[in-house]
């Protein structure tokens, strides 16, 4: 279709997605069109509207439209009249009138409703954040049904060597600041990425999938390789969707890790989700990709004939020039008109716009720390935690900083993870997990207790003077399937030494980590106790 003009711009989101059928909305993306495109539109002297549900104060009966069309009022009706035909549920409807010169500008929108507004021959722009999300500045991502719009949108087009060259560089500020390995140098990681609940992308068939939905395929993929690092989304509150993931996948194990650094580490081997953004930015940082669906709103077979692919495009969208070609105007105030085309309006448009109209970037901070990575564990030596000992990147929650001497917990509970070698681990056995430290116990105070777990197993624990040697003992089995010593140790009643005048030093400390070590049992041996203790006492470090 290649409209001559348009009288009127309305503007929709995804309205299905209402509190009448028990949904959030998100009133903030219509509102942020509106207030995108209003200059161009009151210039050019188009008639402008927007449409939303009964439930935000607007005209569409969201509730009685779900109805209309046989589903529940829940989430499952939302997914289902993604791909649904909208003529009953707009059959008397007051906002039915969408014509051939209406040009409708929505928010992510659902695939059935651009197929609505194509089948009354009216124009459509849908518009998204991008998902390419690492170069200097956020994009939108448009699309459109329309021929002339789509050779207009063609010409603002982000060219690919922006993305390119932001991967490159990228990637060299992330090698400045971490060891370019997730979690272990040494180890073959993939990634799997959570995601929000409820979300458009997650919609395949008029059904939300759910992460229980492609478990096997996860399950499949983890074992490919060493770690699975299962990264939740960040906002995201309520994790339980992921529990089953790690119930089921053995060498699974939970990241916070930054994405971008994460995109950029060299020994990640795939990128898997249902369906994120961030499987397209993964192959900008050439990772393979592992979409486990097609979502409805990118599958071509729910969409309307003619529609685009996503283009990547700056705020200039909605520029006095580029919105007057969109509508067909021929006409616009002399002191409006540009002197020049799109390449001056590119060039002059502020790019930081869409930052903070979004007021965040979803995980791209410049100021974000690389990764930290450990070798892995040999069997039979010395892993040290001390400031300077590579293995004191397996440390995670719950740590001051690492001292020459170890590392003090800091909170209830502190926590370090790391890869065991199994290159010489027999088949079948029983290996000795033993670690070293130190209780903070100064005289005449309430004591501290201590509790240890290894990969969930209770450990034992022997006191030699001021030292505390724990120990466990772990199948060799359940390691080679899961190589991973992933240790929590609980912390009560701890004391600060400023507050027992032992020193100026006002850290919380609780437990001194010193060594580990991990030893091959003989068969039938579980006599020692592993009672030797460390050379260096950590109260030696406290600040006087």
């Known amino acids: 279709m290649s409209h001559l003009s348009f009288d009127e711009i309305i503007f929709l989101d995804d309205f299905f997605r209402s509190e009448e059928i028990g949904l959030q909305s998100h009133p903030s993306n219509r509102r942020f069109l509106r207030g995108l495109f209003?200059?161009?539109g009151q210039a050019l002297g188009v008639s402008m509207r927007e449409e939303y549900p009964v439930s935000s104060g607007g005209r569409i009966p969201v509730g009685l439209m779900i109805d209309s069309l046989g589903l529940p009022r829940t989430v499952e009706g939302w997914a289902s009249a993604a791909i649904a035909d909208l003529q009953p549920a707009f059959r008397g409807c007051e906002i039915n009138g969408f014509g051939e010169r209406s040009l409708i500008i929505g928010w992510g929108m659902q695939p059935s409703m651009l197929k609505y507004i194509a089948s009354l021959g009216a124009s459509f722009i849908d518009v998204e954040v991008h998902p390419l999300r690492f170069s200097r500045h956020l994009h939108l991502g448009v699309r459109t049904n329309n021929r002339r719009i789509a050779r207009i949108l063609s010409k603002i087009r982000i060219p690919e060597e922006a993305f390119q060259s932001a991967a490159i560089g990228m990637?060299?500020?992330?090698?400045?600041?971490?060891?370019?390995?997730?979690?272990?140098?040494?180890?073959k990681v993939g990634v799997f990425l959570g995601q929000t609940e409820v979300d458009l992308a997650l919609v395949c068939d008029g059904r939300l999938v759910s992460p229980a939905d492609v478990m096997d395929r996860v399950a499949q993929l983890a074992a490919t390789v060493d770690l699975l690092a299962i990264k939740p989304h960040p906002y995201q509150e309520n994790t339980a969707l992921l529990d089953g993931l790690f119930e089921r996948i053995p060498n699974a194990v939970k990241t916070e890790s930054n994405i971008y650094?994460?995109?950029?580490?060299?020994?990640?081997?795939?990128f898997s989700a249902i369906s994120s953004g961030a499987l397209t930015e993964a192959e900008y940082f050439g990772h393979r990709k592992e979409a486990l669906m097609t979502p409805d709103r990118n599958n071509a077979a729910h969409l309307p004939d003619g529609c685009t692919e996503w283009i990547p495009v700056g705020s200039e969208v909605a520029s006095l020039p580029v919105m007057k070609d969109v509508v067909g105007r021929a006409r616009v105030p002399f002191f409006l008109m540009p002197r020049k085309r799109y390449s001056t309006?590119?060039?002059?448009?502020?790019?930081?716009?869409?930052d903070r109209a979004f007021g965040f970037r979803w995980g791209l901070q410049l100021e974000a720390a690389g990764l930290r990575s450990s070798p892995k564990v040999a069997l039979g030596g010395d892993v040290r935690f001390g400031s300077g000992s590579p293995h004191a990147a397996g440390l995670a929650a719950g740590w001051h900083e690492p001292e020459p001497w170890g590392v003090w917990s800091a909170e209830n509970s502190a926590s370090f993870l790391l890869v065991l070698d199994t290159a010489e681990l027999p088949a079948a056995g029983m290996v000795r997990v033993t670690v070293t430290g130190a209780p903070y116990q100064p005289s005449e105070s309430a004591p501290v207790e201590l509790d240890l777990r290894i990969n969930g197993c209770a450990c034992q624990a022997f006191k030699t003077g001021d030292s505390l040697r724990f120990f466990c003992d772990l199948d060799t089995r359940k390691l080679h399937v899961r190589?991973?010593?992933?240790?929590?140790?609980f912390v009560t009643g701890a004391h600060r030494p400023c507050d027992v005048a032992?020193?100026?030093?006002?850290?919380?400390?609780?437990?001194?980590?010193?060594?580990?070590?991990?030893?091959?049992?003989?068969?039938?041996?579980?006599?020692?106790d592993g009672s030797e203790t460390a050379s260096v006492q950590p109260q030696d470090a406290l600040v006087e």
């Open 502 to 528: 032992e020193s100026a030093d006002a850290r919380r400390i609780g437990f001194g980590l010193q060594l580990l070590r991990v030893d091959m049992l003989p068969a039938g041996d579980s006599s020692r």
């Open 483 to 489: 190589p991973l010593l992933d240790a929590e140790i």
């Open 261 to 270: 650094a994460m995109l950029c580490a060299g020994n990640i081997e795939f």
């Open 38 to 40: 209003e200059f161009a």
């Open 345 to 354: 309006v590119m060039s002059s448009t502020n790019a930081e716009m869409v």
């Open 171 to 187: 990637k060299a500020m992330f090698s400045r600041r971490g060891d370019g390995a997730l979690l272990c140098r040494d180890a």
